[in-house]
């Protein structure tokens, strides 16, 4: 029987599932929202109402309320009044909150902290820890010192998120001297090896409309700065977000977070994420799954493993006659910015879709997939790559 033929597609109401003969779990899509804010911070409403309304309204499988670590409570709070409003003992604190919202297999409340000021290297998203970081704004040596102290609550150093890299603050090459710590550390080098050894996501999408008026399209596209990242050395995965301040939590735009994992529960969430299985869409219900001689996007293929096996998955649920066009990105880290080296074109949702012709040929190279849906406004879609190296810091270290 052909090989391709013997592959097992699930398709599900809700989600895509696929086993691969190279990895039998089943995977599915989960679509949500990991930047957000209430009234604990800099927002409005309280944690409850965000998580209530992502689920409810939004329709998200999940939500993260990312409360600013150095404003819970106010910026002149004491280390003790921010911690009630994150851990407790109240049952209305972050924590407890996201505990009790949470029902496996329905909604995941997740949780966390954004990391420093804009004027102090920009922010970091950290999530899933168990106390608020009382370290001093803009000192990332200082966080990653931190997290390794503070696990998640499934045993690793949590996972952490570059948020809106750049934003208003760029440098010569694109990035400003300080952001996410650049200065914290001896060079560059050091401060690739570091960061990016401890960073699994980045915002390609993020932003409120103007006016908090709900809209389709996310006011920061920051595709360039995905591309940069790359380039220099962070193994990371684009995220759709919505930095919620003004409620809408989830449908201010159509930026999405899609969630590669075997189930919708907070551990598989945090470790599809910790392992890059995300992907950023400007469509709030297009799920897609790549996979790279039987890998998610996301993983690091060692050794470098030449001619490429590329198989994908696209459903939008409401758009299921769709055209979309595929681009293949493939880049070096070191060297230029990822280019389109093979672009094919489809129409309507696919269960067995393959591109041919990629190949990686050594350690440092890396391909990634923009999807474009057509439409009067058409809607992109970013896939994580997958690398061609040996060993790489980890952030499940």
């Known amino acids: 029987m052909n090989r391709i033929a013997t592959r097992l597609l699930i398709l599900s109401a809700a989600f895509l599932t696929r086993t691969w003969a190279a990895d039998p779990a089943p995977v599915h899509v989960y679509l949500g929202?990991?930047?957000?804010?209430?009234g604990y911070s800099d927002g409005s409403g309280t944690p409850e109402q965000a998580f209530i309304y992502a689920r409810d309204v939004a329709k998200l499988d999940f939500l993260a309320v990312t409360e600013h670590n150095h404003l819970l409570g106010g910026a002149a709070a004491t280390l003790p009044q921010r911690e009630a409003l994150y851990s407790g003992p109240a049952p209305s604190a972050l924590r407890p909150t996201a505990a009790r919202l949470t029902e496996d297999g329905k909604f995941v409340a997740l949780y966390g902290q954004e990391f420093s000021?804009?004027?102090?290297?920009?922010?970091?998203?950290?999530?899933?820890?168990?106390?608020?970081?009382?370290?001093?704004?803009?000192?990332?040596?200082?966080?990653?010192?931190?997290?390794?102290?503070?696990?998640?609550?499934?045993?690793?150093?949590?996972?952490?998120?570059?948020?809106?890299?750049?934003?208003?603050?760029?440098g010569k090459n694109g990035i400003g001297k300080v952001e996410f710590g650049?200065?914290?550390?001896?060079?560059?080098?050091?401060?690739?090896?570091?960061?990016?050894?401890?960073?699994?996501?980045?915002?390609?999408?993020?932003?409120?409309?103007?006016?908090?008026?709900?809209?389709?399209?996310?006011p920061q596209i920051m595709e360039f700065y995905y591309q940069l990242f790359l380039q220099l050395g962070f193994h990371v995965a684009p995220?759709?977000?919505?930095?919620?301040?003004?409620?809408?939590?989830?449908?201010?735009?159509?930026?999405?977070?899609?969630?590669?994992?075997?189930?919708?529960?907070?551990?598989?969430l945090l470790d599809a994420m910790r392992d890059r299985h995300v992907y950023a869409t400007e469509d709030r219900n297009l799920r897609a799954i790549f996979r790279v001689n039987g890998r998610l996007c996301g993983d690091i293929l060692s050794p470098p493993p030449g001619p490429l096996e590329v198989r994908f998955d696209l459903e939008d649920a409401d758009e299921p006659a769709a055209g979309y066009t595929i681009e293949a990105f493939q880049g070096k880290i070191g060297g230029s910015f990822a280019s389109i080296v093979k672009t094919v074109k489809i129409a309507g949702d696919t269960k067995t879709g393959a591109i041919d012709g990629l190949t990686l040929g050594g350690s440092g190279e890396y391909v990634y997939f923009r999807v474009t849906q057509a439409g009067a406004v058409p809607d992109r879609l970013w896939t994580a790559p997958v690398w061609a190296e040996g060993e790489v810091a980890s952030p499940r270290r």
């Open 33 to 38: 929202n990991l930047h957000s804010h209430t």
């Open 117 to 170: 000021t804009m004027s102090k290297g920009n922010h970091v998203n950290v999530f899933d820890v168990p106390g608020v970081i009382d370290v001093e704004a803009g000192d990332f040596a200082g966080l990653l010192k931190w997290m390794h102290a503070h696990p998640d609550s499934t045993g690793h150093t949590a996972v952490l998120q570059l948020n809106h890299p750049a934003l208003g603050r760029p």
């Open 239 to 268: 995220t759709g977000d919505q930095d919620n301040h003004h409620g809408h939590w989830g449908d201010a735009t159509e930026a999405r977070t899609g969630i590669i994992a075997p189930a919708l529960t907070t551990r598989d």
């Open 182 to 218: 650049r200065d914290d550390f001896q060079d560059d080098t050091g401060w690739v090896r570091e960061m990016g050894g401890a960073s699994s996501l980045v915002e390609i999408l993020n932003g409120e409309p103007p006016l908090n008026k709900p809209d389709t399209r996310a």
